[in-house]
């Protein structure tokens, strides 16, 4: 399957960030003839420094002031509110609810799922709601709310009402600046901030120079978490409504498996690189009463704020591996995943949570019992704007360099720290071998390819190549379309994977370079099917009964229509 992917050049670089975008993911469209006074424009506020020679310059590297970027929002007087409390606890309940009351408005997630759910609710609410994330645009005639995902979120609108959901981000290292950036350049007269209680003191201290008025609504849990005081033990001991958490792929299919072969249970699976279509309905089909998937298997993914109907929380292992070493969990993350059980509204009076294995337990109670340690710095990066007219300065013409340079030189506030751009820096230096413009290598350098992914890294650098080479890319170049089938093993699934990611980074380009690459209908309907034979496999492994084999049959009969 891989084979459908041309090799021309092998990369061995780190993930790319699939988020450094800009305001509505394109303003790389910045042009060349651009002065200080357009500059300006972009809400960027540039201070001036003295030469030795007393000539006044303006220096791009200064961004201790980045609250200033956003001039539309310090226009405002916004009213603030910190909605923060554990989860399960209703927080973001009510911030939506005062959203769909609002006569405008935007919610930010973390997760594309997330915000599906959104707009899915408030359209149902006959509130019309458009969904915007890096792949997709779905508008609503009249709508004047939006659900994004947050580096979509709009720094240019004004709004009514505004929800960042699980701000706490910002102080993640490698996302943690989409959540800033929403933070401080939303302009809306209600912004509503859903989160960890840890984030508190380090907002209240960002939003100290903006003159907003900040107040906090604390929650407290809606139903009872109780951490057991024995584990699992034997897999004989699940039961409805459990999710059992792994912090590897190849872990997660062993746990199914053992669970199915039991006979007594259907497992639904969820983690990180499915492909999001699939992991809402494999959610939905474990949230679904009727369903026989009444067991779910899950990685970390599932402590982002989704909604699921689960019992008991059972953490197989405290440990993962973090790209650098096998690691304890932290804190947050044992909390943020624990807190999973007992969803208010589910059939569950209260939510458990205990280990497969006794040696497990210690830490797992130590966390529980414990608060998150409070944020110290929010994440910060330049936007191409900064990028753009620093490299007016360099003699230095690749991106590589002149974001290196920039990096080096560029002057933070102590309460703000510098996302981790390594990732884009491997994808620069890659980029930079073809003869592009700085503002397409910065949007292939932001593009959501997995650069640990062999086949996804190939695709855009083929992408890359040819839009270097002809400036119109077609999908069947590097792609054959109907070559897809339902994987019969886990190398195979894992390819099918891979190449959903190939498919979600051309529907990607298409939406920003529309006429240059203009299969983007083509790359949709594959990247549907690619998901539902992922599906398949899913259904078809383990234990099987008359119903799941019928479910294949309609699996099956649905991809026949796309074909």
């Not at 594309?112 to 890096?134: F, H, S, Y």
């Amino acid at each position: 399957m891989a084979s459908l992917l041309l090799r021309q050049r092998r990369v061995s670089a780190l993930g790319v960030s699939r988020i450094l975008q800009a305001v509505n993911g394109d303003s790389f469209r910045l042009q060349p003839e651009s002065n200080c006074r357009t500059f300006a424009t972009f809400g960027v506020i540039i201070r001036n420094y003295s030469s030795g020679k007393g000539t006044a310059k303006l220096d791009f590297t200064d961004l201790t002031r980045p609250h200033t970027w956003y001039l539309n929002a310090r226009k405002k007087q916004r009213k603030v509110f910190l909605h923060v409390g554990p989860t399960n606890s209703g927080k973001t309940y009510h911030a939506l609810k005062r959203l769909e009351s609002s006569s405008s408005g935007v919610y930010c997630g973390p997760l594309r799922l997330l915000a599906w759910e959104v707009a899915e609710r408030l359209n149902k609410a006959r509130v019309p709601c458009d969904l915007i994330t890096g792949q997709e645009k779905d508008e609503v005639d009249g709508a004047k709310h939006k659900a994004v995902t947050v580096e979509m979120a709009d720094v240019t609108s004004d709004y009514e009402c505004a929800v960042i959901d699980e701000i706490q981000m910002l102080g993640c290292k490698t996302r943690g600046f989409s959540f800033t950036r929403a933070l401080l350049g939303i302009a809306a007269d209600e912004l509503h901030l859903c989160g960890d209680a840890a984030a508190v003191p380090l907002i209240q201290e960002l939003l100290k120079v903006t003159g907003d008025d900040v107040q906090v609504r604390s929650y407290e849990r809606l139903l009872p978490l109780v951490p057991l005081e024995v584990p699992l033990g034997s897999f004989s001991n699940i039961r409805t409504g459990d999710c059992i958490v792994s912090f590897s792929r190849k872990g997660i299919y062993k746990l199914k498996k053992k669970i199915e072969t039991g006979g007594k249970h259907l497992c639904s699976v969820v983690y990180g690189s499915l492909p999001p279509e699939t992991r809402t309905r494999q959610a939905r089909m474990f949230n679904d009463a009727s369903s026989e998937f009444d067991v779910l298997v899950a990685g970390d993914a599932i402590g982002m704020g989704l909604n699921l109907n689960i019992s008991r929380i059972i953490f197989s292992t405290m440990k993962k591996f973090d790209g650098l070493e096998r690691r304890d969990l932290t804190l947050p993350e044992v909390k943020q995943i624990a807190g999973r059980a007992g969803r208010y509204g589910s059939k569950y009076p209260m939510g458990e949570v205990t280990c497969l294995d006794a040696e497990d337990l210690p830490l797992l109670h130590s966390s529980l019992k414990s608060a998150s340690p409070t944020l110290q710095q929010a994440g910060i990066f330049p936007s191409f704007d900064f990028i753009y007219m620093y490299s007016r300065l360099q003699q230095k013409r690749g991106l590589y360099q002149i974001l290196e340079d920039f990096l080096e030189n560029a002057k933070l506030s102590e309460n703000y720290f510098f996302a981790n751009c390594e990732e884009m820096l491997k994808v620069a230096a890659v980029i930079d071998e073809l003869p592009l413009s700085l503002q397409d290598k910065y949007l292939f350098c932001i593009s959501p390819v997995d650069m640990d992914d062999e086949i996804s890294s190939q695709g855009l650098t083929q992408f890359a190549e040819n839009y270097a080479k002809k400036g119109l890319v077609r999908l069947k170049e590097i792609f054959s379309p109907g070559s897809l089938q339902v994987p019969k093993t886990h190398s195979a699934l894992k390819e099918l994977e891979s190449i959903h990611k190939v498919l979600e980074l051309y529907v990607w380009l298409s939406f920003r370079l529309d006429e240059l690459f203009p299969d983007h209908e083509l790359a949709s309907s594959q990247k549907v099917i690619c998901s539902m034979l992922i599906e398949e496999f899913l259904e078809r492994l383990g234990f099987q009964n008359p119903t799941s084999r019928k479910l294949n049959s309609l699996m099956a009969k649905k991809r026949r229509q796309y074909l």
